[in-house]
């Protein structure tokens, strides 16, 4: 009886912090959906670039991402106008790239 009367007691707990929290757990949620759809978009468009040329490195396609208008010949001259290194591109895009890499394989 004991046991019973702790789960209900738990379960009561478990359930008022979930409601306290529901607003919080929600946004996280679409946060977390947003930056797996951005991901599925980067990963797709690197398999097309990748179905294109089967050589091209990490690089050149982060260049194609990123650079929309065609204004930069390499990565390192695009980001100079930017907040970010090249590292930190590559850094963004490799685990992306990777699988795009592994689904055409």
Avoid at 14 to 21: A, E, F, H, S, V
Avoid at 26 to 42: H, L, N, R, S, T
Avoid at 49 to 59: A, F, G, S, W, Y
Avoid at 66 to 76: A, G, H, K, V
């Amino acid at each position: 009886m004991d046991k019973i009367v702790g789960l209900v007691l738990g379960a009561t707990i478990i359930g008022g912090i979930l409601y306290k929290n529901a607003e919080s757990i929600k946004i996280e949620f679409m946060k977390q959906k947003g930056i797996y759809q951005a991901k599925k978009i980067a990963r797709n468009f690197f398999v097309e670039k990748i179905k294109e040329n089967p050589n091209i490195t990490l690089d050149e396609a982060i260049l194609k991402f990123e650079d929309t208008r065609n204004e930069f010949s390499s990565l390192e001259e695009f980001v100079k106008n930017k907040s970010r290194t090249v590292g930190s591109y590559r850094k963004a895009y490799q685990d992306m790239f990777r699988r795009a890499k592994h689904y055409i394989n």
